[in-house]
């Protein structure tokens, strides 16, 4: 498929059709993920694929757990937004699919050598490492619609990042940030509507 056409047909996709994705599917879109620029070619991911639905419920389980656990009034709304937050944060059991991406810390040579803590440095270079990982995983994404599928970038599943990564034994230095749930569209999808490009860009000439 031409880039263009994938970049414009990609939209997230939530509702999947049960089929299975072959093993050799889900490496060829973790391969292309990985051909993503990163901060001096650090390449800091890594990509668990998931495909075993007890260890996906067991997940959302959790996710589930973390969110009833928000302070919360008792009203109507807050029961509302929080079984909202809910769906949107754990549809991921639905899919074949959902391949965890984890990152390792980046140390700039800069750390070396003056008296800035990894903190500072990373938020003055407007970080680095999360910037990367999202070049990958929007890689990840429109490889997924190359290839027949459709995937949604989730953060929502972050608010169990600590209990997940015991689950899915991701060792430190890496870290949890973001779930990619795939899988064939239940139903086909129309791209959702974007800024006019009028709206956004804007020459120094
Ligand atoms: C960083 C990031 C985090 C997201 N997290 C979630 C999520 O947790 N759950 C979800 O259903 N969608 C999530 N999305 C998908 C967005 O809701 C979606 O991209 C947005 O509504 C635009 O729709 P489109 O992707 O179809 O263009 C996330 C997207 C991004 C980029």
């Not at 993920?33 to 991911?45: E, L, M």
């Not at 040579?109 to 680095?128: A, F, Q, T, W």
């Not at 994404?141 to 209990?163: F, H, N, Q, R, T």
Request: contains cysteine; proline residues 6%; aromatic residues 8%.
């Amino acid at each position: 498929m031409e880039i263009k056409k994938a970049i414009e047909l990609r939209t997230s996709v939530r509702n999947f059709l049960p089929d299975m994705i072959p093993v050799e599917d889900l490496k060829e879109m973790v391969r292309l993920a990985a051909c993503a620029p990163s901060v001096n070619n650090y390449q800091p991911w890594r990509f668990v694929a998931v495909t075993n639905k007890k260890v996906m419920d067991q997940m959302a389980e959790v996710i589930i757990g973390k969110i009833s656990a928000i302070p919360s009034n008792e009203s109507q709304v807050a029961q509302n937004v929080k079984s909202q937050v809910e769906w949107y944060a754990t549809f991921f059991r639905n899919a074949p699919a959902v391949i965890a991406v984890s990152m390792d810390i980046y140390e700039t040579i800069l750390e070396k050598g003056v008296d800035l803590s990894h903190d500072d440095i990373n938020r003055m270079r407007c970080y680095p490492d999360i910037q990367s990982a999202g070049a990958a995983i929007q890689n990840l994404l429109l490889a997924a619609v190359d290839m027949g599928y459709g995937a949604c970038w989730m953060s929502a599943p972050m608010i169990a990042a600590d209990e997940i990564v015991d689950i899915l034994k991701i060792d430190k230095p890496y870290g949890l940030i973001a779930f990619v749930t795939v899988g064939k569209p239940a139903q086909p999808s129309k791209a959702r509507e974007k800024k006019p490009v009028e709206e956004i860009f804007l020459l120094i000439d």
